[in-house]
């Protein structure tokens, strides 16, 4: 549910400051002559290049253009594999040896860079084939200014080839399916020439009092909470979704729509979500190359305005037990030059058919590829919100509503073979023609299911809050778009071969691959364990864990499918796999030393302090009341046992966990080591918070070394 809560002055100064920061096509027609203005245009719609002397002609225009609003650096801006942006600054300035300087900016500052990247993450790559990578403008997403710098998206991508970024591999794929939807839209649309495919990210995350936050090392450190026993209230009372955003909240929320709206990020809608202190921004849909740029940036942005208003934003998948974790949904389609979403059921039957097309081959892709798509949102964080019964399960399946399920069963019910010319047309009337309407009412939404059909997208709800988009984006294009090829090969054989008709050609295969499509289509409770026992039957994969989930990505299968619509070769898809689960063992190390250093060092010496002024207490008793003093510090005598069960407790569990780690980082293979990370090491960081929080509840608030759930949740 979205309420946008702008206000009329705002939107009127929106528009006004809308993408005053961006190099669009407002400003380059401004400053660029005529022919680079259509090259950058051509480069965009067509992948044209962009020659070395027009290049220095858009870098001149560029600089004039980020001179004029104040910038005095520029800086190659990048995705590498870390997750986070990357970029160095370079001033425009530079002295000219005589004493003077001029300021400098031209075509192959523009064009290409080489950053000193040897220590981002590349799985290898670099190691053993080319030890350099360089950055290359990406024309499609346009430069940007931020603060006093000129900041020029860029793919980054090592000197033998491969890409070392999520950037890269997402360009190829909305390549690839862009073709392979133009062929298939030309059953219907000679005109089409181009299809983008659109994504509409909703970004959860929580805002917490940056001194709360500064005072647990576990968030500092892990962007979680790795201890803290749950609050009184919680989320049990819905309160905070229903309210109205803090003050407090409002203000940051004001401040970082403005920084957007300058960027030309279209945010659009805020509101409150489920758990205290956790809210959600989502944007217009666009373009999805630039809507992942724009996801990075923003949350770059959410941070450094989170500074200014002393917050610190947690994009954390679950940063709090007890409490709904953040996701972020992301709305895909994909939409013709034309100006026809294909996911948006038409007016005549003949669009309907185009419009089935592109549901049933969308629904096929993700059935055959379910296993693949899970992985592509697999880290250790997103862990402990799949399946946690309150996000999507680990299971991949498809919810489509009760409409559409009926459409597709009247459909599949259709006599075999070649339908004949009265049945086509029933079909066609009574089916396919009445879709719009059908949908039009189809309100019915199911929260439960990780991909979901929403009237005119589908809704990839299983992303992580803390992920690049790019990923699944990149997953997600891909299998369409071999899908699509698939479905045009099929058509075209029957066309070809069976001389049928272009209709019924298309017909005849949707038909089938409907009734083949079956088991991924899942309209039921995804939470429940009925569904999991059922799904285990239909054969879908359930990888509740990232290494298992992981190893879809280097299945044969994958690795074919990304080499055959060149998405990403053999090595590179190692090398990403490589990288990941390399990610997931540090993540967890990290969590465990942290862990086990609050526990020796924070939470015991105070459960000691506390039980010593209890044994004080009591031996005070006892020189008072003499032999009756059991009697009275029977709850004393108690706390005192308890604590020291606990204590025991947690020194053998972290011993344990320091063992386990130990054993595990002496592992050469890398699969192994993560396996037992998984297994082995995760299972204590839940042991040991358990006896943690135990002490919490035992212990004197007073002299508890930890801000505590209510705190972190409820400062507003
Ligand atoms: P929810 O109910 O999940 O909050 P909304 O209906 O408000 O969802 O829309 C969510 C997102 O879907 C918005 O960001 C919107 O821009 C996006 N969206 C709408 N149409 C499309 C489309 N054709 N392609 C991609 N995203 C879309
Ligand atoms: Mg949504």
Redesign the pocket.
């Known amino acids: 549910?979205?309420r946008s809560y702008s206000m009329p002055e705002e939107s009127r100064n929106r528009s006004e400051i809308f993408g005053a920061n961006v190099f669009n096509t407002m400003a380059m027609r401004q400053y660029l002559s005529a022919d680079a203005f259509k090259s950058v245009v051509n480069a965009n719609n067509k992948g044209d290049k962009i020659s070395r002397v027009v290049a220095n002609h858009i870098a001149a225009g560029m600089k004039e253009w980020a001179m004029s609003k104040g910038a005095t650096h520029y800086t190659h801006w990048f995705q590498p594999l870390t997750g986070a942006t990357a970029e160095k600054h370079d001033a425009f300035f530079e002295p000219t040896g005589d004493g003077l300087a001029i300021e400098r900016f031209g075509g192959d500052q523009l064009v290409q860079q080489e950053p000193d990247a040897s220590s981002f993450p590349s799985g290898g790559i670099r190691n053993t084939f080319e030890a350099r990578g360089y950055t290359a403008w990406d024309p499609s997403s346009p430069a940007f200014i931020y603060g006093s710098t000129l900041c020029i998206p860029t793919v980054f991508v090592a000197y033998t080839g491969e890409a070392l970024d999520y950037k890269t591999p997402l360009l190829r794929a909305l390549h690839v399916v862009d073709e392979a939807a133009v062929a298939v839209c030309k059953y219907f649309d000679k005109n089409v020439k181009k299809v983008n495919a659109?994504?509409?990210?909703?970004q959860e995350y929580f805002l917490i009092d940056s001194a709360l936050a500064q005072a647990r090392p576990d968030i500092t450190l892990t962007g979680r909470t790795l201890l803290g026993h749950a609050s009184a209230k919680g989320q049990q009372l819905d309160d905070h979704y229903f309210g109205t955003i803090p003050n407090r909240a409002m203000a940051y929320m004001r401040d970082l729509e403005h920084e957007s709206m300058l960027l030309g990020i279209p945010v659009?809608?805020r509101h409150n979500e489920v758990a205290p202190n956790q809210f959600?921004l989502?944007?217009?849909?666009d373009e999805a190359n630039l809507a992942v740029d724009h996801n990075s940036l923003l949350m770059d942005i959410m941070e450094k305005v989170a500074e200014r208003h002393n917050f610190k934003v947690l994009f954390h998948e679950k940063p709090f037990a007890g409490v709904n974790g953040s996701g972020k949904?992301n709305?895909?389609?994909l939409?013709t030059d034309t100006g026809v979403?294909l996911?948006?059921p038409g007016k005549t039957p003949m669009s309907n058919l185009q419009f089935l097309t592109f549901f049933v081959n969308t629904i096929k892709s993700v059935y055959e590829n379910e296993a693949l798509l899970r992985a592509s949102i697999a880290s250790a964080s997103n862990d402990h919100r799949l399946g946690a019964n309150e996000a999507p399960p680990a299971i991949m399946s498809v919810f489509i509503g009760e409409q559409l399920t009926a459409v597709l069963d009247e459909l599949k019910k259709v006599t075999t073979g070649k339908l004949s010319p009265q049945e086509k047309t029933d079909l066609k009337l009574n089916v396919i023609g009445k879709i719009p309407e059908i949908l039009l009412d189809n309100t019915d939404?199911n929260r439960t299911s990780p991909f979901a059909f929403?009237g005119?997208?589908f809704?990839f709800r299983a992303v992580g809050s803390k992920a690049n988009c790019a990923n699944p984006m990149t997953v997600l294009n891909t299998i369409v778009a071999k899908q699509l090829m698939n479905f045009k090969t099929e058509v075209d054989t029957l066309i070809d071969e069976k001389d049928m008709k272009k209709d019924d050609a298309i017909f005849n295969v949707l038909r089938e691959y409907i009734k083949g499509c079956t088991p991924i289509l899942f309209e039921g409770n995804g939470y429940s364990e009925k569904w999991e026992k059922e799904a285990k039957k239909r054969g879908l994969s359930n990888n509740k864990t990232t290494p298992e989930a992981l190893k879809a990505k280097v299945s044969k299968k994958t690795i074919q499918l990304f080499e055959e619509l060149g998405v990403l070769n053999a090595k590179e898809s190692e090398a990403r796999y490589e990288v990941e689960i390399e990610e997931y063992v540090l993540r967890i190390q990290i969590e465990g030393r942290v862990l086990g250093d609050i526990a020796k060092n924070h939470i015991m010496p105070t459960a000691v302090k506390y039980q010593n002024i209890l044994i004080e207490n009591v031996k005070g008793l006892q020189q008072i009341y003499g032999d009756e003093f059991r009697g009275l510090a029977e709850s004393q005598l108690d706390l005192i046992t308890q604590i020291s069960e606990h204590l025991n407790t947690i020194n053998v569990l972290v011993k344990e966990m320091i063992e386990q780690r130990k054993k595990a980082n002496k592992m050469v293979d890398l699969e192994k080591k993560t396996k037992c990370y998984c297994e082995k090491v995760l299972p204590f960081i839940g042991d040991i918070r358990y006896h943690c929080d135990k002490l919490e509840l035992l212990v004197d608030d007073e002299i508890w070394p930890l801000v505590k759930y209510r705190e972190l949740l409820f400062t507003k």
């Open positions: 549910m979205d659109s994504l509409g990210w909703e659009k809608t959600e989502a944007p217009i849909f949904h709305n895909w389609s939409s979403n996911l948006s939404r929403t005119n997208k809704e």
